[in-house]
T-cell receptor, first 115, second 113 residues
Framework: DAKTTQPPSMDCAEGRAANLPCNHSTISGNEYVYWYRQIHSQGPQYIIHGLKNNETNEMASLIITEDRKSSTLILPHATLRDTAVYYCIVRPGFPYNTNAGKSTFGDGTTLTVKP | DVKVTQSSRYLVKRTGEKVFLECVQDMDHENMFWYRQDPGLGLRLIYFSYDVKMKEKGDIPEGYSVSREKKERFSLILESASTNQTSMYLC????????????FGPGTRLLVL
């Protein structure tokens, strides 16, 4: 699976948009980009995923560059409860994911939302 | 909403004990996974299962076994717990579709003394 690079930490003011970048320059054509977050001592929470197009759901927006080598997760109005570690992962979907589940959760970005 | 539950949030066991961690999902997902999470090492896959009675080794299966007798339930077994198995254990499930988005349980923090 392709590796990802994320900044180790970011701060954001409450109520402002939080933009979390991720580089995945070795991504291949059948690999999805997934974003999860983990609040201290809890299991990772799925946020959003995409293949080529930008995606939006009730939690966030995902912007994927045209060459797919990087992406940005956008939390439009960050709250204190959005303080967490955010993980960007790339891996193939079925049926290409012969190692299903072998997602590599690296160190992620620690986002701190400040009042 | 997908719900993945784990039998315990916190567990304390002694070296040599047999430990059972249970995971249940309520969304009829085909795939289930067990990970452990340790500081600086990220999530590491222990075992996964594509279907009932099927299991596949992940990256670090040594010292663990699994059981999947029913579709909704996936158990992780530590045959003889050791102190280096002190960790946060996370269960996840996913539907077998194109994206196979994984949904995680709350985790079990295991301390082996």
């Amino acid at each position: 699976d392709a590796k990802t690079t994320q900044p180790p930490s970011m701060d954001c003011a409450e109520g402002r948009a939080a933009n979390l970048p991720c580089n995945h320059s070795t991504i291949s054509g059948n690999e999805y980009v997934y974003w999860y977050r983990q609040i201290h001592s809890q299991g990772p929470q799925y946020i959003i995923h995409g293949l080529k197009n930008n995606e939006t759901n009730e939690m966030a927006s995902l912007i994927i560059t045209e060459d797919r080598k990087s992406s940005t997760l956008i939390l439009p109005h960050a709250t204190l409860r959005d303080t967490a570690v955010y993980y960007c992962i790339v891996r193939p979907g079925f049926p290409y994911n012969t190692n299903a589940g072998k997602s590599t959760f690296g160190d992620g970005t620690t986002l701190t939302v400040k009042p | 909403d997908v719900k993945v539950t784990q039998s315990s949030r916190y567990l304390v066991k002694r070296t040599g004990e047999k430990v059972f961690l249970e995971c249940v999902q309520d969304m009829d997902h085909e795939n289930m996974f067990w990970y452990r999470q340790d500081p600086g090492l990220g999530l590491r896959l222990i075992y996964f299962s594509y279907d009932v009675k099927m299991k596949e080794k992940g990256d670090i299966p040594e010292g663990y076994s699994v059981s999947r007798e029913k579709k909704e339930r996936f158990s992780l077994i530590l045959e003889s717990a050791s102190t280096n198995q002190t960790s946060m254990y996370l269960c996840a499930s996913s539907r077998r579709d194109v994206s196979e988005t994984q949904y995680f349980g709350p985790g079990t923090r295991l301390l082996v003394l």
